[in-house]
């Protein structure tokens, strides 16, 4: 019953989004009681019957073909992530194969090395459910030493929601929180019986006002790139350009860099806050 909601949810909110105008299309008769698109009229787009489209969106019809599903995410001007998220909710969870469920990721040798080398920025690891897998000295100066966590609080959702330093220091936190908030609904699409994903969401929920709010939304995207303004106590103002490297064949093992334009004040700030983080603790008294 969980996962028919999942997919009447996010397909309701995604047809929600869009009128008739915008979808070329003309217009049900009659009072609209909705916004957005009419069952009927996503039928009409997709190609499909107005009863199989409800059938659909119901989770009545689980065994819908590749081709159907990609005219119903046409029709709904789904993203590439987003048509990836309703193949996964549309899928039958007895059709999934057990090899899907998470299970506990190791950091490959080349990664290691990686993060050992680019020591000059900050820079982490991410896996599945967003858990932070290996992070560098100074990752933990601009963000937190989550070496210095509980290995189950090792997670970036959980620093961005609940560490309340994340929204003091970052001038674009809701946009970096609701990001998080859709990749997590996305993880919650592929891995639908992963009981830590569903403990963190969880959790987030009862303890979070802005989370509950952007996770009833049903949003999934996933960004590669950013900006972010950002400020520290200790240095002051940074501006950093976000990029994640996704690699084909382990997607679950994510790096995420924070790189700093060559010769600008940010880059002489992180020099700063880097010699800062490698200075003893007692010699600074």
Known sequence: MEHNRELREFLRTRRARITPEQAGVQPHPGPRRVPGLRREEVAHLAGVSAD??????????????????????????LSPVERDHLFDLARPPRARSRRRQPATQRMRPGLVNLLASLDHLPMFVIGHRMDILA?????????????????????????????????????????????????????????PHDPRLAELIGELSVRDADFRRWWAGY?????????????????????????TLVFPEDPDQMVNLFTVEPNSPSAESLRLLGSLASTPLDSLA
């Open 52 to 77: 199989y489209y409800a059938r659909l969106e119901q989770g009545r019809n689980l065994n819908t073909s590749d081709s159907v599903l990609d005219a119903v995410a046409h029709a709904l001007r």
């Open 135 to 191: 992070s560098n000295r100074l990752a933990h100066a601009v963000l937190t030493d989550f070496d210095a966590l509980p290995a189950r609080e090792r997670n970036f959702a959980r620093y961005v929601f609940l560490d309340p330093t994340a929204r003091e220091r970052f001038e674009e936190w809701e946009s970096m929180a609701a990001d998080s908030v859709a990749n997590l609904r996305r993880y919650s699409g592929r891995f």
């Open 219 to 243: 949003d999934v995207h996933f960004a590669t790139h950013c900006v972010k303004h950002f400020h520290h106590p200790d240095v002051g103002a940074m501006v950093f350009h976000g990029e």
